[in-house]
Structures are given as structure tokens and as C-alpha cells.
């Protein structure tokens, strides 16, 4: 049968130019394989003589025109195929016939002007009427119009489709009479709360689209709906409302918030503080002409207090012009600290005032007015208007000219169209004066029963933003200098040199405009809104043009709603539980705990190398974190069970205590490898168990500040390396101490001062999950003993089997691969993996409800969403997998390969100086990226202005750049520590650009920095300026540069994915898989240093293999941990 209509087609095809045949012919290769019974249906056809069947349809055809003259062929009656429905639906009993309307098609349709009567009758002449067709065609229909065309997808309002679809192919059951869309059918989609806002908003769009009345009146029910909804029903309201007025002229005002959204609102205003905020002033702070009241000064200051820079920006004057009251009378009731916290901007900014601490107002900055000539140009243009469309008065006059406009009363309840045409006139006769570029307005008054103004200004507040926006640290550096005594007298001379200084404009993300008037012809705030495109605009009128961006509608007005918003703005924002006592505790401890880690980790190698050699020092190496893997979730486990001031402290003291361990050996004259191992096993757990409990506590101390928190322990860690290593040199230190002295002043340091501090400073509250739960009877000890065991009788025994084995093969690997089978079965590695500790993200709450509405459904959609679904609930366990991979590729390197690479090179005369020296780099490296990461707020300077906490940050870490190259790297050389800054910035500006998700990616670039002193110490001659040192530092300056920022990136991500009550449990965890991949990478680099003699350079050969494949890996590893940025480097923001 498929044949046969092939063949029909393609008869059709050759003796017709019209399009039908083309679709025909398409539509039988678009077909479904046949299966049941195919069905032909039968469409009565008025067919003229065999030797003029040449049918022309109105679509173009690539067929050539016959030799006759093409004629249509008599349409088939509407009755006609109405008869031969029942015959077809009789045939095709088990295809169903029901009219299902597709919204793709019915757009289409909507966009195809009707077809013309008269048709064309020549190829070229169909495929030209075509062309203009798809031209008139909108754009989003013009693709599915050019596949009706061309691939023969079934036409609409149209008997054409010539060969039924097979039941459960693409079209089965449809019936070729699609019913057309209409404004109404996408009405649903627009109103409906619990549909996708774009989905939403997008229905809106095609409503519009129509552009009919029945259009314009399904914009005003979608408007209309949901008027107690939230945000997302607002932009829909505001939407409709924006289409009304730009496809149909009819502007309606938005609506007032409901009060779900206004709570939404007040949240954000005091949570999320603007760095600006400009008010307007009668009607807005006050009632017009009224003098601000206490509770108004009160609020302006509170909010300033919170760090809001307010202003106020208003029309009225600063300076006496006139009658009508300045808007200096206005404030001249507030207290001398409530004037100080406020920039004034009168005459829509024309006139800038500034008041000093003791409240005396001074004009800092202020616009030149009309010149003689101008002001004659203006009398003259008066006098026409006056004459032209006549006048009235009020309060005994009808016009004045101020010194920065003029204004013309109009005649009482002229209609609109007076106004209007007085704006043309006014224009074109100021303009052939030469008088170009002013803000020339009609409008009514507030009263129609006074009399309307025409309003010509050379200012409007779009100026007045500019200079809030632009100019402030220029009026908070003046501030300062007139706090510091200059007098009022040389302020303005002294602004106009600090404006010179260039600085960045408030985004308007950050910038709060409030206001009265932006509606119709009351619209004089709008310029505000106007001149800060995206910034949060507030109407505290009752009305205000959907137009305007981000604006909306206070559901109070005037006074009482600027003061609810200025409680918001005073309000202390919610900052999730910071505690900065705790805070400034946890840094201060970790210091001293970090100084003394530097000590003992240059010091340890060289005196276990010593006493058991290099390849046995790799094998203590490889054995000192099994205990720190076995009890990694335990760790986490008490993390999660006791305080902070518990957990930290007993930490400290267990710190103290260990490393008193080699200085007690050593008196005893008990240095061997065993005694070594007890060390470092020792050590190593307490190192784990510090770091499990420190970045536990980290979240539930640090609060909405999290990753500035993060961020600067990450930089106190790496300074902390750099200053000691690199500029002290603290290895000269330790190569001439006694070997043991360095454990000494840890003992001291942890036990004398860190443990107090931390019980003093840390907080005493349980953890809020545990504190919650109920206590539980625990079984006898022997029975839950039984249970471990007989839960764990099959890890048990592997363990112990890999202990025995040691005896036998003199390598940790069998031990470490034992313990991290055992973890890896554990309940809370199960739970892990399973994702019963992640923070549900809201992506997966949007995937629950997709695939909640697609329930049942088998297609390629739900299976893209059910793989999504697992990459999001794995995410937390394969973070941890990244961590410990990064572990293995980094740390036995730095504190195995690095240290026998510095006795290689310089001996045991200098070997503690050299390895602190390239420890210093690698972490200088670190803390050149670290500084562009930590994302700190601003801090205010006296005469320096608004500073970020990170530039400071960074000013000190070029500081050290210079002061390194000088010191050490180049002796003396001022050109070379100038270059080492400059390069140093440069460094860090690209480190600034690069997001979480490019750190973790770039890994690999820092991994092969590695191989620029392979080649120098195999081939001397390759770079023969080039020394080995001189290669190292480099290489360890790149390593550093990105092995610390993606380490931190894993980090960040780690914690924000994290359940607050199981940060415990995940980082205790991942601290077992960390030390785990760490000890079987000390373990294969103990194997390599045995295998070759001398072990470096030819070390070099597998570890850069080992970093090509786990650069490749971590590259991508981007796809398996979703919620990071969607982009490697950072856009620029506006």
C-alpha cells in the first residue's frame, strides 16, 4: 500500500507545479511503517479532463509548469467532505478522530495572513507569493511554515493529508482539521501559579501576538488574575499590563503588591541591603511642603546606620527661589546626626547639599542657570503659548521663570490635546532660538479644578541620579575632610578636585528608588527609574507604568510607606547565626596551630629520614593516616554530637599531647621506625580530627558569611606558609635548632593558648539536629559489640589480613586499600552515596514535580530527567571522590618528594631553609588566587573611601611578591620586585575572572607546571639560564596557583550542598577517603624512590603521567557536580 501511494504521489508530483503534491509526496516517506489497516481516506475530489489535470494549490512548487495553462481544479464542497467522513471514520474505526489542537500549528496559523482570492499560476509565481507569505510570517512561526512548505508536514485547515499515520506513530489518532489557537487557549497557561514563569510569560507573548480585540481583551483578564499572588504572578500582571500598553496603547497602572509579596519585599530590602537608596520627598518622606517629622529623621538614620547610603533627590529647591518653601526648610527639624546620615539633591540634583556632623547644610555643588539671553527666549515663548492656547492664574500668577525652568498655566480643564500641542509649540519655538536638549512637559494638576502647566527645565532627575550613583566617595571623601576641619567655604572647591578621582558607579542592582509619580502625566519620579535601568523602583503613589523596569506598587502610600520601608532598610539583616565571637576565636586559634604545623612539617622529614631512610620514611609516611581513615566518620560523628567548644578544645589538648610524642622519644633515646609510626599515626588522626571538626564548625559559626569566611581561612593558612617559609625563612631556623625543638613550641603553643581559646571563644550549643533528638536508650556495650562485629566480621578479617601482610611486603597499600574497603561499606558511606545528607537543591524539587506530572511516561524526556535526578542526589559523595583524588595527586608530593628533592639538592646543610623556601612559593602561588577569590565586604577608609576587603587582602600579597623577589629571589633588584608585582597583578585579575567550576577544571595546568624542572634536571642544556632551584620555585608558584583554589572550590561546594546537621558525617567521611588516597600515594611514591637510584629526576616520568590523566578527569568533572557556575570565567557585571 505504502508503494502504491508513492507512486500516486510521485505522479502527482510531475504533472502538478502546486505544493499540495510535495506534501503528499513527503507526508508518504514521513510515514510510520504500516501496520493494521492502512487507510486511504476518501476525500471527494472534482477532478476536470485527463489532459488538463494540472491542479495548482496556493503554495509554491518545484515542479515545472506544464505546457497548458495551469487551472485550479473546483474545490471540494465543504459538504462533500462532510459526507465522506463517516465512510473514512468507518474504515478507520480504531484511529480516533478527535481534533487536537497543536499550539505550534495554531501559531502558525495565527501568524498567516488569509490567502488571497486570485492564485497564482506559474511556479516562480506560487514560490514568490510564498516568499512574501513567510516575510508577512511571524518570526517564531517561520519555521514551522517552511516545514509545511518544503517536508510536507501536514497543513492546517486543509484535507490533505493523504495517508493516514499508523496508530502510536507521531500523528496517530489525529485528525488532519486541527482546531486553530486562539487568545483564550493560552490563557490557562498565563494564570496558572503553579506553571514555570517563563512558560508563563511566554503565553503572554503569544497572546499579544494577535493583536486583535480579542486579544486585548484576554491581556486585561490575564492582568487582572491572581491579584493576591506572589512575585512570579506580579510579572505576569506586569507583563499582560506591558503588552497592553505597547501593542495596544492602552496603559493601565500595576496593581499594588499583595501582602505575601510585600513581606517578600521587606525580607529582601533588609537581608540583601541596596548600597543606595534614593528617596523623593513630598508625598513620598512627607505630605507636600510638610517638614519631616522625628519618626522620619529616626528612620533615614537607622537605615543609614545599616549601611545604606540615602539620599534624597526632589524638584524642589535647595537654595531660596521664590515663595515656595526649599527642601532645606524641610529637614530643619531633624537632629544634627539625622541631617548628617542624608545627601540632599534639590532641583532634580542641580543643587547638591551636603551637611557636616553637627548638621550645618552647605551647597557643594550646583548647576549653572539661565543666561540673559535665555531668559529673554523664554518670555518670549510664554507670551506665545499664553496667546496661542491663553492662560490662567493661580495664587496671582501664571508663569514664572526659576533658575532652571519656567512653567505656563494652561486654562482650567483643557483636554488633552492642548497640552500636547503646547509641548510642539514650545519646543519648536525654544528650539529656533537655539535653546536645544530641555525636558518640556504638560501635565494636570492634582485638582482638576486647577489649572493644568505647561514645564520647560534643563534638569530633571536623571542628573540627580547620576551624581548619587557616580559621585560617592567624592562626597564621603569631602565629608571626611570637613570632619577634619575644612571650612564650608572651600567645600565646593575641594569636591570639584575629588570628583577627578575616577571611581565605579553603584550597579543598579544595588540601588532602592522610591517614589510617588510614574504614572500618565504625574510621572516626574520616573526619571529616577529611567536613570537606573534594573534598580528595585518602589510607588508609593498607587500607580505606576508597567513600562518602567522592576517596578512596583506599595499596597500603603506617602509617609506610612516609606517609613515601612525604611524599617526594613534599618532593620540588622538576618545573618544566619554569624558568630563573631566564635569567629575571631577559630582564626586567632588556628594561627598558632598553623605556625606550628609549619615547624613540624620541615622538621619532621629530616629526622625520621635519618633514622629509618628515605624509602621507609615514604612507608611512615603512607602508614601515618590509617587511623585518621579508620576513624574519619567518627570523627564526624562527634563533630555532629558535641559542641564547638567541646570538640575544638579537646582537639587542641590531643594536639598538645601528640607532640610531645618525638620529643619524649628522643629523650629516651627511642627514635626507631616503631616509635616513628606511633607518631605519625598519632599525628595524623589529630590532624584529621581538627580539620573534620574546624570545617564543620565553619557553617554553623560563620552563618550567611560563609564563604567570606572560607575564603579567609583559606588565605590565613597560605600567608601564614608564605611568611614563614618564603620571607623569615624559618627552615635556616629549624636546620639549626635541635630536631625536636619544633614539637616542643607546638606542645606549648596548642596547650598554653589554644585550647583556652577555644574554650572561651567557641559556642557551647549542640549541634541543632542532635540537640533536637530524643535520647535514646543505647544497648550493653557487649551487644552492641556483637553487632559490630558481626556486621563487620568480612572487613575485619580482610584488615587484619593486610596487617599480616606487611611483614611480608614492607608497603602500606594492602593496609590502606583494607581500611577503605571497610569505610566504604559503612551505614554512613551508604547513607552518603545514597544522598540522605545533601541540602535538597531547588532543581531537584523542579525535577520531583516534572517527573510527578510525567508519571508513567517512558520517553527520552523522563529518562534525561531520572539521570539528572541521580547526578544531583551523588553530588555529595562524588565531591568527596574529587577531594581525595586532588589529595593524591598533591600532598604526598609536597611532603614526600619535596623534602628528599631538597636534600638531593643542597644537602642536609640547607635542606630545612630550602624545602620552607618552596613550600613559600607553591603557597604564595595559592595565595595569589586565594586573594582573588575571597569575596569580603567593603570596608570604609578615612579619606580612601569604600575599599573591598579584598583589595586590601591583595595589596598585602603584592607587598609580599615585592618584598620576596627583593629579598631573596633577586637580591636587591627594585625592577625586578616592581615586574613580580606587576606580574603578580596580572595573576591576580585573571584569578578574579575565573568561577569555582574553572578552578576545579583547570587543575591539570597547575599539575604540569611540574614539568619545567624535570626537563631542567634531565637536560640541563634545554634551558641553560635555567637553573634547577630557579625552575622549582617557578613550578611550585604555578602548582600552587591552582591546586589551592580548586581545593577551596570543592570545599565551598561541598558545604553549600551539605545538610547543616550531617557537616559532621560528609567531612568525616571525606576526610577517611583523603587520607585513604593519601596513604596509598605516599605508598607508590615510597615503591618509586626504592626502584630508582638517584629517585629524582626519573621520579618525575610517572608522576607527570599520573597528572595528565588526573588533569583529564578533572576537567570534567564539572558534569557530575551540578549547581556550579554555568560558565569557567565570570561575566562582567553592569
Known amino acids: 500500500m505504502k508503494l502504491l501511494s508513492a507512486a500516486l504521489s510521485s505522479f502527482i508530483l510531475l504533472t502538478s507545479p502546486g505544493l499540495g503534491a510535495t506534501e503528499a509526496f513527503a507526508q508518504v516517506l514521513r510515514s510510520a511503517p504500516v501496520s493494521g489497516t492502512p487507510v486511504v481516506p476518501a476525500v471527494p475530489l472534482h477532478i476536470p479532463a485527463a489532459t488538463s489535470f494540472t491542479p495548482t494549490l496556493s503554495a509554491p512548487s518545484l515542479a515545472l509548469p506544464s505546457a497548458a495553462a495551469p487551472r485550479l481544479a473546483a474545490p471540494a464542497s465543504p459538504a462533500a467532505v462532510n459526507a465522506a467522513l463517516p465512510a473514512r471514520a468507518a474504515l478507520a474505526a480504531p484511529v480516533s478522530a478527535a481534533v487536537i489542537a497543536s499550539p505550534v500549528r495554531a501559531a502558525v496559523n495565527a501568524a498567516i495572513p488569509a490567502a488571497p482570492e486570485a492564485k497564482p499560476e506559474t511556479a516562480l509565481a506560487t514560490l514568490s507569493a510564498n516568499v512574501e507569505t513567510l516575510g508577512k510570517t511571524a518570526a517564531p512561526s517561520q519555521g514551522a511554515l517552511l516545514q509545511n512548505f518544503f517536508t510536507g508536514s501536514r497543513s492546517w485547515g486543509a484535507v490533505n493529508a493523504v495517508v493516514e499515520a499508523t496508530p502510536g506513530s507521531e500523528q496517530s489518532g489525529r485528525s488532519s482539521l ?75 497602572s500595576l496593581r499594588a503588591v499583595s501582602p505575601e509579596h510585600k513581606a517578600a519585599l521587606v525580607k529582601s530590602l533588609k537581608d540583601n541591603k541596596p548600597s543606595l ?146 509641548v510642539k509649540v514650545a519646543t519648536l519655538e525654544l528650539a529656533n532660538r537655539g535653546m536645544t536638549g530641555l525636558h518640556i512637559f504638560a501635565r494636570y494638576a492634582k485638582s482638576m479644578d486647577d489649572p493644568p502647566y505647561l514645564q520647560a527645565s534643563k534638569v530633571n532627575k536623571v542628573r540627580g541620579m547620576n551624581i548619587l550613583r557616580g559621585q560617592r566617595a567624592a562626597y564621603e571623601r569631602l565629608k571626611d575632610l570637613r570632619a577634619l576641619g575644612l571650612p564650608a567655604k572651600y567645600a565646593a572647591k575641594a569636591l570639584s578636585w575629588l570628583k577627578r578621582i575616577p571611581e565605579a558607579q553603584i550597579p543598579a542592582a544595588k540601588t532602592l528608588v522610591v517614589g510617588d509619580q510614574f504614572f500618565a502625566s504625574r510621572n516626574t519620579d520616573a526619571d529616577m527609574a529611567k536613570a537606573a535601568p534594573g534598580a528595585l523602583v518602589l510607588s508609593v503613589g498607587a500607580k505606576a507604568d508597567p513600562r518602567l523596569e522592576n517596578i512596583f506598587v506599595w499596597p500603603s502610600e506617602g509617609h506610612t510607606a516609606t517609613q515601612e520601608i525604611l524599617g526594613a532598610l534599618g532593620t540588622k539583616a538576618d545573618d544566619g547565626g554569624f558568630n563573631k565571637k566564635a569567629t575571631i576565636g577559630l582564626f586567632l586559634g588556628r594561627t598558632l596551630s598553623i605556625g606550628s604545623f609549619v615547624l613540624t612539617a620541615i622538621a619532621y622529614p629530616y629526622v625520621a629520614a635519618p633514622a629509618v631512610g628515605w624509602a621507609t620514611f615514604g612507608t611512615l609516611m603512607a602508614l601515618g593516616p590509617l587511623a585518621a581513615i579508620a576513624t574519619g566518620p567518627l570523627n564526624g560523628a562527634l563533630a555532629d554530637k558535641f559542641s564547638a567548644r567541646t570538640s575544638m578544645t579537646i582537639n587542641m589538648v590531643i594536639r598538645a599531647v601528640l607532640a610531645m610524642a618525638l620529643p619524649t622519644f628522643a629523650y629516651f633515646g627511642i627514635i626507631n621506625f616503631w616509635t616513628l609510626l606511633i607518631a605519625s599515626i598519632a599525628n595524623g588522626w589529630a590532624l584529621s580530627a581538627t580539620m573534620t571538626t574546624e570545617t564543620a564548625y565553619v557553617r554553623r559559626i560563620a552563618g550567611k558569611h560563609q564563604n567570606a569566611v572560607q575564603a579567609l581561612i583559606s588565605v590565613n593558612f597560605v600567608a601564614l606558609q608564605v611568611i614563614l617559609g618564603l620571607l623569615v625563612g624559618i627552615g635556616s631556623y629549624i636546620d639549626a635548632w635541635a630536631p ?113 506530572d510525567k508519571a508513567g511516561e517512558d520517553t527520552p524526556e523522563t529518562a534525561a530527567l531520572k539521570k539528572e535526578a541521580k547526578t544531583w542526589k551523588g553530588r555529595q559523595f562524588k565531591t568527596v571522590l574529587y577531594s581525595a583524588g586532588q589529595a593524591v595527586m598533591t600532598y604526598p608530593f609536597q611532603n614526600f618528594a619535596l623534602p628528599l628533592i631538597a636534600v638531593l639538592l643542597v644537602g642536609t646543610a640547607g635542606k630545612g631553609l630550602l624545602l620552607g623556601k618552596l613550600l613559600g612559593a607553591m603557597y604564595f602561588g595559592n595565595l595569589i588566587a586565594n586573594s582573588s577569590q575571597a569575596a569580603l565586604p567593603e570596608i570604609r577608609l578615612p579619606l580612601v573611601g569604600r575599599v573591598p576587603g579584598q583589595r586590601i587582602v591583595q595589596g598585602l600579597v603584592l607587598g609580599m ?62 634551558i641553560p639560564f635555567m637553573d634547577v632551584q630557579t625552575a622549582l620555585f617557578l613550578a611550585m608558584l604555578n602548582y600552587g596557583l591552582f591546586v589551592g583554589p580548586s581545593s577551596v572550590s570543592l570545599g565551598i561546594y561541598q558545604q553549600g550542598n551539605t545538610n547543616k546537621a550531617h557537616l559532621g558525617k560528609v567531612f568525616g567521611t571525606g576526610s577517611s577517603f583523603f587520607n585513604t588516597f593519601n596513604s596509598i600515594g605516599y605508598g607508590l611514591l615510597a615503591l618509586a624512590a626504592s626502584a630508582f637510584t638517584p629517585a629524582f629526576p626519573a621520579m618525575f616520568v610517572p608522576m607527570l603521567g599520573l597528572y595528565a590523566l588526573g588533569g583529564y578527569l578533572f576537567f570534567r568533572a564539572p558534569k557530575n557536580l551540578p549547581g556550579l557556575p554555568e560558565n569557567s570565567f565570570k561575566k562582567n557585571e553592569k
Open 178 to 252: 486541527e482546531a486553530p489557537a486562539t487568545p483564550e487557549s493560552y490563557e490557562p497557561t498565563a494564570v496558572d501559579s503553579k506553571k514555570p514563569l517563563a512558560e508563563r510569560k511566554a503565553a503572554v507573548a503569544a497572546i499579544a501576538k494577535f493583536n486583535t480585540d480579542a486579544a486585548k481583551a484576554s491581556l486585561v483578564r490575564v492582568g487582572e488574575a491572581n491579584p493576591q499572588g506572589g512575585a512570579e504572578d506580579y510579572e505576569v500582571h506586569r507583563a499582560a499590563y506591558k503588552a497592553l500598553a505597547e501593542g495596544y496603547g492602552e496603559v493601565r
Open 277 to 422: 537608596a534614593v528617596f523623593d520627598y513630598d508625598d513620598t518622606l512627607q505630605k507636600w511642603k510638610e517638614k519631616a517629622a522625628p519618626d522620619t529623621g529616626a528612620a533615614l538614620k537607622a537605615a543609614a546606620d545599616q549601611g545604606v547610603s540615602v539620599a534624597i533627590l526632589t524638584d524642589r529647591p535647595a537654595i531660596q527661589d521664590g515663595g515656595s518653601p526649599t527642601v532645606i526648610d524641610s529637614l530643619s527639624e531633624l537632629t544634627a546626626e539625622q541631617k548628617a546620615a542624608v545627601t540632599l539633591a534639590g532641583r532634580a540634583g542641580a543643587e547638591m547639599v551636603q551637611y557636616d556632623s553637627k548638621g550645618r547644610d552647605v551647597v557643594v555643588d550646583r548647576m549653572p542657570g539661565w543666561t540673559d539671553g535665555e531668559r529673554k527666549a523664554i518670555d518670549a515663548v510664554a507670551a506665545i503659548i499664553k496667546e496661542k492656547f491663553g492662560t490662567a492664574e493661580h495664587d496671582g500668577k501664571s508663569g514664572n521663570v526659576t533658575e532652571y525652568g519656567f512653567f505656563q498655566l494652561l486654562p482650567v480643564r483643557a483636554p488633552q490635546s492642548v497640552l500636547d500641542e503646547a
Open 740 to 852: 625536636t625543638t619544633p614539637f616542643l613550641i607546638s606542645a606549648i603553643a596548642h596547650a598554653a593558648i589554644a585550647a583556652p581559646l577555644m574554650w572561651f571563644t567557641m559556642p557551647s550549643d549542640k549541634p541543632a539536629g542532635n540537640a533536637a533528638a530524643k535520647t535514646q536508650q543505647k544497648a550493653p556495650f557487649s551487644e552492641r559489640a556483637g553487632t559490630f562485629a558481626k556486621k563487620y566480621w568480612k572487613e575485619a578479617l580482610i584488615t587484619a589480613a593486610s596487617i599480616g601482610s606487611y611483614a611480608f611486603f614492607h608497603s602500606a597499600l594492602p593496609i590502606a586499600g583494607a581500611l577503605f574497603y571497610w569505610v566504604l561499606n559503612t551505614d554512613t558511606v551508604k547513607a552518603l552515596r545514597a544522598g540522605e545528607f545533601r541540602e535538597v537543591a531547588p532543581r531537584e524539587k523542579e525535577i520531583e514535580a516534572a517527573l510527578k
Open 961 to 1022: 611578591a615585592a618584598a620576596w623577589v627583593y629579598t631573596g629571589l633577586v637580591p636587591g633588584s627594585i625592577l625586578a620586585a616592581a615586574a613580580a608585582v606587576a606580574i603578580a597583578s596580572g595573576l591576580m585579575w585573571l584569578s578574579g575572572r575565573i568561577t569555582n567550576k574553572g578552578w576545579i577544571k583547570a587543575l591539570g595546568f597547575g599539575l604540569a607546571g611540574i614539568a619545567l624542572p624535570a626537563a631542567v634536571w634531565a637536560f640541563p642544556a634545554l
